[in-house]
C-alpha cells in the first residue's frame, strides 16, 4: 500500500528554508576564509591580552587571574560573537540580496531564522576554542566535568539569544556603519560594566549597582560559578530569566521589523 504525500501549494517549508539559508551562510566561510580566521583569533586575542597584560597588576599572577577572569572573557567574547547577525542580515539588504529573496516562495521568517542558526554554529565554535586555549594556558575547572559542560550549555544559549537584538540591529540600521556604532554602543559598555574582570565589590557604590543589574554580570556569574565551583542556583535562575525575556522581547520585534522594511 503507498501513501502518496501532497504538498500544499504556497505553504513553505519553514524548517526547511531556515536551514537552506543556514547552510548558504555557513558556506560563506569556506568562500571567505577570513572569516574562520576572525571567529577564531579575535577571542584568543582578548584572552592573551588581557590574562598577560593585566593579570599580574590585578590578581598578582596571569595564572591565578586566569581562573577568575577566564569565565567573564568567554561571555564577553561570546557577546560580540552575534554581531555577524546584524552585519550579514543588513550587507543582504544593502546588496539587494533579501530583493531576490522576496521573489523565493520561501518563508520570510527563514532568512532571520537562517542567519540565526549558522551563527550559532559561530558560537559553539568560538566558546570551545576559547574554552580550549584558556585550558591549555593554565585554565583548571573546579566544578568538574559537570560544570564545565552546563557553562559551555549556559554560554551557547546566550549567544544564540543574543543574535535576536543584534538582528533587530541589523534589519533596522541603514548601513553597517551604523551597525557597527550601535552594537558597539550597547556590547561594549554592558561588558565591561560587569563582573568579567574584576568583582563588582572592588567598583564605587554607584557603578556597583549598575553593575549588579547588568544582565551580563548575571551569566558570568553562573558561567564562573558552574566552571570554578559554588552557589550557582540565583545567577543559573536569573540568566534564564534574562535569556526568556530577550527572547520574546526581540524574536517578535526583528521579525516584525524584517518584514516591514521588505
Not at 590585578?58 to 572573557?73: K, N, T, V
Not at 549567544?159 to 538582528?167: H, L
Request: aromatic share 10%.
Amino acid at each position: 500500500m503507498t501513501v502518496e504525500t501532497t504538498v500544499l501549494p504556497g505553504r513553505p517549508n519553514v524548517v526547511g528554508n531556515t536551514l537552506t539559508i543556514a547552510r548558504r551562510n555557513l558556506l560563506h566561510i569556506r568562500a571567505n576564509p577570513e572569516q574562520l580566521v576572525e571567529m577564531t583569533i579575535q577571542p584568543l586575542m582578548f584572552l592573551v591580552l588581557f590574562v598577560y597584560v593585566f593579570g599580574g597588576a590585578i590578581a598578582g599572577s596571569s595564572r591565578e587571574y586566569l581562573q577568575f577572569a577566564l569565565p567573564g572573557i568567554l561571555v564577553q567574547g561570546i557577546a560580540f560573537t552575534p554581531f555577524t547577525t546584524a552585519l550579514g542580515l543588513n550587507s543582504d539588504f544593502t546588496k539587494g540580496l533579501i530583493d531576490r529573496f522576496r521573489s523565493l516562495p520561501i518563508a520570510r521568517s527563514a532568512v532571520v531564522g537562517g542567519r540565526i542558526a549558522a551563527d550559532g554554529v559561530r558560537v559553539v565554535w568560538s566558546a570551545l576554542i576559547m574554552t580550549g586555549f584558556g585550558v591549555a594556558l593554565g585554565f583548571r575547572f573546579g566544578g568538574g566535568f559537570a560544570g564545565a559542560i552546563g557553562a559551555l550549555i549556559l554560554v551557547t544559549a546566550f549567544g544564540i539569544t543574543m543574535c535576536w537584538p543584534m538582528a533587530f540591529i541589523g534589519v533596522t540600521a541603514r548601513t553597517p556603519e551604523s551597525v557597527n556604532t550601535w552594537g558597539f554602543m550597547i556590547i561594549l559598555p554592558l561588558t565591561f560594566l560587569s563582573s568579567a574582570f574584576v568583582p563588582i565589590e572592588t567598583m564605587p557604590g554607584w557603578l556597583e549597582a549598575l553593575a549588579r543589574v547588568n544582565p551580563i554580570t548575571a551569566f558570568i556569574d553562573a558561567t564562573r560559578g558552574l566552571m570554578l565551583g559554588g552557589a550557582v542556583a540565583t545567577p543559573v535562575l536569573k540568566s534564564i530569566g534574562w535569556l526568556v525575556a530577550i527572547t520574546v522581547l526581540f524574536s517578535p520585534l526583528t521579525i516584525a521589523r524584517y518584514r516591514n522594511r521588505i
